[in-house]
């Protein structure tokens, strides 16, 4: 009886190691398919932590260079306009480089490194030569860091799987947005505003670890470039330059987003000034207000759009961004209530989450097949760049010659103008159903 009951525990204990086995092994022989879901975690770390380590630097410098550094304002001003010019400059070229380069997480963890020393430059040496070339290097790693995230995301998710996937990107990137603002605070206020600095590298570490938790090989360069598989099977090279002149899609959509922009861009900043008008003592904590409530909506958003993109199409949720700018606009212009002006800050929120999600969506739609996916971002980002500008130094002009509400009905008339574009001219680039990707409804020429 004993030795009976010996041998049972012995086959139950051969058995579930033998089912142990076997289940390892169907682990280990998952379709490619399928393992790309495996990253999902690691992309939602990156978005979040790489929003971290641009946020704990960027806003920060103009009031540490003007609290501490002592630098004058008009100074600050030039350093920052001439390292945003060059950074708007080179939006295109990177993109390109992005295209070629099958270094991706390479790329990604050089330019945290720049990043962490820009930081640490500043905090140490606050001098013209010194800030003006780590802000140039902030302006610069702008047309790196989200580009090659969004690479690496088409080249790693499945084509169904994509718009949910690039709307959780801009969501836990806007979460990090929102975090870091916290925890930069509270370091500024209980630490030092120099301690803010060092939040870049802390951040930079812990994210380039991330980046490196990818597999190489699991990136599909190709893909991430916008080329498909039958032309990746048969070595195509990628279309012409001129391919970006002949996309018609690609040319409304960066027409549109330079008008979005441009009407965009004074919005919040002339929110403030007319907050410290009409309220002065509680402008700061307000405007603060505003700005959180806009990043909070945003999240949700993005996970709302690009749950729903497949299913509804990009072109009417595309629409529902662009219409929230001027009516945010009119908005602003119909009372100074300090309650009212914060909740209009929603509309921007809607607007930050839809373009967020949908953009890197729809130009993956636009230039799939031509191998041109990353420098047609690149070249999207310098006009609307370009658009948002521009356009500071036109509200300014308006407010001083005809007041506050007269600029905010200015700036919501050129983002209907945006809308109106959207709506007549941009073709709903959402596949057709199964099978071959849908080309975009009219190109200027051939490929």
Do not use: C
């Not at 209530?337 to 993956?364: E, F, I, N, R």
Request: hydrophobic share 55%; no cysteine.
């Amino acid at each position: 009886m004993r030795a009976s009951r010996q041998r049972a525990r012995q086959a139950v204990v051969e058995t579930t190691r033998v089912g142990a086995w076997h289940l390892a092994a169907l682990s280990r022989a998952r379709p490619p398919e399928t393992a790309t879901v495996s990253y999902g975690r690691r992309l939602d770390a990156l978005n979040f932590l790489l929003a971290d380590v641009r946020g704990g630097l960027g806003p920060y410098v103009g009031v540490f260079l003007l609290t501490q550094a002592h630098w004058d304002p008009a100074t600050i001003g030039t350093v920052l306009t001439v390292s945003g010019i060059i950074g708007i400059s080179l939006h295109a070229p990177f993109g390109a480089l992005i295209d070629a380069t099958r270094h991706k997480r390479g790329l990604l963890v050089a330019g945290i490194a720049a990043l962490a020393a820009s930081a640490l430059a500043i905090a140490h040496a606050p001098t013209l030569p010194v800030v003006l070339a780590a802000d140039i290097a902030m302006a610069v790693l702008g047309a790196v860091f989200a580009p090659t995230v969004a690479a690496i995301t088409v080249g790693l998710v499945r084509r169904d799987e994509l718009a949910a996937r690039l709307g959780r990107n801009a969501a836990f990137d806007r979460t990090g947005n929102v975090f870091i603002a916290g925890v930069a605070g509270l370091v500024g206020w209980a630490v030092s505003q120099q301690a803010v600095f060092y939040l870049t590298p802390l951040f930079g570490v812990v994210t380039a670890a991330v980046v490196l938790s990818i597999p190489a090989g699991a990136i599909d360069h190709e893909r991430a470039r916008g080329l498909d598989e039958v032309q990746a099977r048969r070595h195509e090279p990628p279309a012409g330059w001129d391919v970006l002149l002949r996309r018609g899609p690609l040319l409304v959509l960066a027409a549109s987003l330079a008008l979005f922009h441009f009407a965009n861009a004074p919005l919040v900043p002339l929110l403030g000034q007319k907050l410290a008008l009409a309220h002065p003592a509680e402008a700061t904590l307000l405007l603060s207000a505003g700005i959180v409530t806009a990043q909070l909506v945003s999240i949700p958003t993005a996970l709302l759009v690009g749950a729903r993109a497949d299913r509804w199409g990009r072109k009417p949720l595309l629409l529902a961004g662009f219409a929230a700018l001027p009516l945010r606009g009119l908005l602003y212009a119909a009372s100074d209530h300090p309650a009212w002006l914060v909740a209009v800050q929603v509309l921007d929120g809607v607007s930050l989450g839809t373009l967020d999600a949908l953009l890197a969506l729809v130009l993956a739609d636009v230039m799939r097949g031509t191998g041109r996916y990353n420098v047609a971002r690149g070249v999207v980002g310098t006009v609307q760049g370009v658009g948002g500008s521009l356009s500071n130094a036109a509200a300014g002009l308006i407010v001083v010659q005809a007041g506050y509400d007269m600029a905010f009905m200015a700036l919501a008339a050129v983002g209907l103008l945006a809308f109106f574009l959207v709506l007549v001219a941009m073709p709903e680039t959402r596949e057709a159903g199964p099978g071959p990707a849908s080309r975009p409804t009219w190109t200027i020429g051939g490929r």
